[in-house]
């Protein structure tokens, strides 16, 4: 292994409580759909929805995040993606708890292994916001909490299968695990000979800017791992001044930023949007990754946008923008062992 940094850097949280560190900004999210409507502006005609929503997916915002919301406003794109509404407890044909099948493809707990070359480990059962759509808001994360003897099995796993070259730590959100606990993680991967890549799915950097702290840092610069980092940003406004020093820090350490987003009615369904989000990101050193069509998860079809109108959207952003900021149009699909591409063609086949 490669010897540990040294690394300094300045504060992150411009937007944050002066002093408070990431663990503390964690646990002092709003999680109380009244606080959430006081801290936003908005009267009490909302709260039956809001307590509705919140009974079937709990809210949790934490006030860095908030701070990017404008108060008053209900259509406001970052609170549409946090605030609990009443359409959430509506059952609606062909929205199910578990969208992907992942059950199907979780050889042990806290593992699931559905693609050729890589594996997924369920990090952490917790995030830092709760998006309404979120595709494992009904995951049964009680049976994936990973002990260290899970762990050591996990390990195991993935020491005995030379196909692997790519391990994904996800959740949840893997980044809500402390840094000992990671550093500890991260090392074994490293051991492995036949991994080339580390890869995280994250909200954390996006939502407590914070998180990207020195001692995270630390263990990602000690890794011989190519690491990637893949953000979840829907929206340009969710990008400030403190994530963009998250990012920049992320980089200065070699990691590689992508982006994967989620087309959503009321939040990005809008051609200008995604543009704007597009060129927001590559500012902030982040690459368009994937744009994903809602997976049908029970209580947020509301959020869905039509596979013709996503098409439509997706066209008109490929004339505006160049390739490399055109994330690709995708769905997942379950049984297939690849991301599916959302495609003209794919439409008229269904419609024949």
């Not at 199907?104 to 059962?125: E, N, Q, W």
Request: charge should be negative.
């Amino acid at each position: 292994m490669q010897p540990v940094q040294t690394i300094s850097f300045s504060p992150a949280g411009d937007d944050s409580a002066p002093g408070q560190s990431w663990q503390s900004q964690l646990s002092g999210a709003i999680r109380d759909p009244k606080a959430l409507l006081a801290a936003v502006g908005l009267d009490e005609r909302w709260l039956p929805g809001a307590e509705g929503g919140h009974q079937a997916f709990e809210v949790r915002v934490p006030l860095a995040y908030l701070s990017r919301i404008k108060k008053g406003d209900p259509g406001d794109p970052l609170l549409r993606q946090v605030l609990p509404l009443e359409h959430e407890t509506h059952a609606v044909a062909g929205y199910v708890t578990d969208p992907l099948e992942e059950a199907d493809h979780t050889p042990m707990a806290g593992l699931i292994h559905k693609y050729a070359t890589r594996v997924l480990m369920i990090t952490s059962g917790a995030c830092a916001i709760n998006c309404r759509y979120c595709f494992r808001r009904h995951f049964p994360y009680e049976d994936h909490a990973a002990s260290r003897a899970q762990w050591g099995k996990t390990l195991d796993y993935l020491r005995d299968d030379d196909s692997l070259i790519e391990a994904i730590l996800s959740g949840g959100d893997p980044l809500v695990s402390s840094d000992t606990r990671l550093a500890w993680l991260v090392g074994e991967l490293d051991a492995i000979p036949h991994l080339k890549r580390l890869r995280l799915h994250t909200r954390l950097p996006v939502v407590i800017p914070d998180r990207v702290d020195d001692a995270m840092l630390e263990w990602l610069a000690n890794t011989r791992l190519q690491k990637v980092v893949v953000l979840h940003i829907n929206h340009a406004n969710e990008i400030d001044d403190s994530v963009m020093k998250a990012c920049e820090r992320l980089r200065s350490v070699g990691v590689t930023l992508l982006n994967q987003s989620v087309l959503l009615r009321g939040v990005n369904d809008d051609v200008t949007v995604l543009r704007a989000l597009s060129e927001r990101l590559f500012e902030a050193g982040i690459l368009p990754y994937y744009l994903h069509v809602l997976d049908p998860v029970a209580g947020a079809a509301h959020f869905n946008v039509p596979d013709s109108e996503a098409m439509a959207l997706h066209d008109s952003l490929g004339e505006q923008l160049p390739g490399f900021l055109l994330p690709r149009l995708v769905r997942e699909v379950p049984g297939d062992r690849a991301k599916t591409p959302v495609r003209a063609d794919s439409l008229r086949q269904a419609s024949d």
